[in-house]
């Protein structure tokens, strides 16, 4: 049987019979089925075609509407079979992963045009399924009873059956409970500090069972940048515990909006210490026949633990738009961070002597020697914080300590761009004044490929800009009201922070006029989910924080983008560090970030040749020139352009 879409020649080379058939896609089936010919979708076609022939690292910015998923899914489709391995197409976030294989999505498509079988299945991020033993504990709690009592109700029958799994299914996606509130979700929802490693259930658990049916896909497996890069981190040490990383081996990725790699390289490369998870490893030690002087050193760090984390949860500061703390270093703090260390030193010396009697199960023991083995890696990066970023994540189960250093391009120049295989970054922002090499350093891409090609739509006659200095939220509000009536609803409203969206509902609530429209809050539930409810609701207004990238609905659903405030960073720990190495922070920080994010929220609006609608961006630092002039410059070319009239009483 054939794999290719075409008669494959083994005397020709794989890339240029690939390219050849695919140009023929571009320049007939696809206008054939009524799709236009684009030549930006050509050109992209042929410069990806050298970078897998050369399996080297290319920047493909392409604007709105170039087409370039389905240039980018026809060249990973076919190495994978050239090469027997899956390729990874890695997305920024979740709604993108919709996106993609969603029935109507861009898979789908091309499969049907051109009568392709796609084998692509989802390796979605560990957060993004059930963890039992936490809905068994949120379940005895009053709060959220009834929604949490469905979840439970909807699992299937192997899951608490003590019987074989005669036959099984992945279950437990966050996408399967809709109804849930995200603060509902983190209740019940994996997090870094189970160990999933002695759990008894985790062989009847979604996540596993999930795990299992993605590495079997033949063609395609679509994950989120965060698990891509959690992948990477976690490769080595998988190995060492006997566990199976991640992902399987692939031939190629694809980092759709690339440009947000550093991010979820960063956060992956976070170490995570916690009170209640050294406690509860720890003190299985104290179930085995163990020495006293072990048992009292256990002891002692579960004392030490408790003061230091008690401490770090006393001095931490709250940052406005951020769920990122402040912890200023203190003498204090420091002190209390070294008398924890030396205690670890006690207990691993103390199990020195306990491993030659044999009275700990090598498992556990392994599993201990392994958790205070990072807690000291951690503790010792803490104690030089010159390159590091640190802070405090707050939540009902205690206060966490978050240690990340503040370089991952090593990391990444090793274990991702140095594997010979193709690598493609994918947005339409990814060049910063015309050139690639901003995103190149912080990843540490030394030699790549690269290419940049506009969007093909007429903004000048389907596009209308409104911008507003008005800080005043009474004011705002207003004009708010009077723009979501000239677009009849139909609006996507973003926000900076959940902080902003959060005043937004409760100002909303007191002015007469907009309750005339149906609002849709992300946060309220599972977010794809609420986009396709946006999208069937046609006249209903979306209110989001993250939907800044990725969200693609064409037509008259959405026809209004808002910036309730222009999307600056916020003044947390990861944003305070960029700011103190920059010559010149507002310039070389601020104002490059916002204008990204800015770029990317203003490209929601239109999505295909015949959509048309109008934006409204308020911010009061637009009053000032320096702001103002930079946000021109990144609006889509051709976009009209106005002022809109403070509003009269």
Known sequence: MNMYPFEFDPKTPFIQQASDWIADVFYER?????FELRDEQIYMAFQLERAYLEK???FAEAGVGTGKTLVYLLYAVLYARYTRKPAIIACADESLIEQLVK???DIAKLARYLDLTIDARLGKSMDQYLCLNKLDDARGSAEHLEALGDV???LPDFVNNPGTMQAFRPYGNRKDYPHLSDEQWRAVSWDPFQDCLVCSRRHRCGQTLSREHYRKAADVIVCSHDFYMEHVWTYESRKREGQLPLLPEHSSVVFDEGHLLETAAQSALTYKLKHAAFEAIVTRLLQSDIRETLAQAIEDAIAQSEKLFGLIDA???AVEASDRLE???TGRLLREVERFAALLDAIEEELVFESGMFTIDAYQLTIVEEHLDMLQTALRLYKQPEGLISWAERD??????????????????ERVFSGGMPVVFSSATLSAGGSFRYIAYSLGIEDALSFSVPSPYDYEHRMAVAVSAETDAAAKLRLTLGRLQQSAGRAL???PSREEQARFREGIAGVPGFGEFRFLYEGDAEISHLIADFQRDEASVLCAVTLWEGLDIPGPSLSHVLVWSLPFPPRDPVFAAKRREAADPFRDVDMPYMLLRLRQGMGRLIRKRDDEGIATIFGGELADEAVMGPVRDVLPEGAALSVLAPYAN
Not at 30 to 34: R, V
């Open 30 to 34: 696809l206008p054939e089925a009524g």
């Open 56 to 58: 080297r690292t290319i």
């Open 103 to 105: 029935p109507e999505g």
């Open 152 to 154: 439970y109700a909807s």
């Open 315 to 317: 001095t931490s500061i």
């Open 327 to 329: 912890v200023p270093p």
């Open 396 to 413: 009902p189960d205690g206060t966490t300590l978050v240690i990340m250093p503040k370089l991952v391009k090593e990391m990444l120049k």
């Open 493 to 495: 409203l973003l926000f």
